[in-house]
Structure formats: C-alpha cells, structure tokens
C-alpha cells in the first residue's frame, strides 16, 4: 500500500513558476512508476506527466517545455517544477503510482493517488 501526499499548490500570475511535492509513504517507492495528472472545473482528468522507476519521463504536449518531473528515492518524494504558467494550467493536481515498469498515460494504469492540490494561474 502507498500513500501519497501531494503539497506546493497555490495561486500565482501568468508567467509565473510553481513546485508540486507528492510525499510517498512505503519502502518499495523507487519501484513505482509515478505520474501527474490534472483536472480543471468541469473537464476530465488529464495526463500532465510521468517518470518510471529509472527516470525515464513522459509529458503531455501542453506541458512539454514548460514542466519537469523529477524524482528522489531517496526521500520517496516526486516534483513537478511548473514555469511558465498559464491560466489554462489552472486545475486540481493529482500525484499518481503504477506499479507498472513501463511509462503510461492513461490513468486506470495507476494504482494509488493522492487528494490533490490545487494551482490557480490568474490571467
């Protein structure tokens, strides 16, 4: 079992940078595949990225360029460094883990999730 705690969101400009932490709980955290996704007010969930358990990392088209996931085993913490945010960035934003080797977009392939944490990008 994990579980996730996501933390770093909040309100910032268009332009601006933000951080998102997603603190794992277990021992077996360097082997999960990790993911972000998002939701904005009435729109489905979204793949925002993904990083396997060797770092290997994916990202939607709308991030590319802008947002870096990053991971250290070490702490059994997962980033999402978000830079030029834009107000179509504003969502909830979900930390996922798949116990999947492999990268993945599609959110049934998650295993575990945190409750969110919200980022608002005002125009």
């Known amino acids: 079992q994990v579980q996730l705690v996501e933390s770093g969101g909040g309100l910032v400009q268009a332009g601006d940078s933000l951080g998102l932490s997603c603190a794992a709980s277990g021992r077996t955290f360097s082997s999960y595949g990790m993911g972000w996704f998002r939701q904005a007010p009435g729109k489905v969930r979204e793949f925002v990225s993904a990083i396997t358990w060797n770092s290997i990392t994916d990202y939607a088209d709308s991030v590319k360029g802008r947002f870096t996931i990053s991971r250290d085993n070490a702490n059994n913490t997962v980033y999402l460094q978000m830079n030029s945010l834009k107000p179509e960035d504003t969502a909830v934003y979900y930390c996922?883990?798949?116990?999947?080797?492999?990268?993945?977009?599609?959110?049934?392939?998650?295993?575990?999730w945190g409750q969110g944490t919200q980022v608002t990008v005002s125009s």
């Open positions: 996922a883990a798949t116990v999947r080797s492999w990268l993945t977009r599609w959110q049934y392939n998650y295993d575990y």
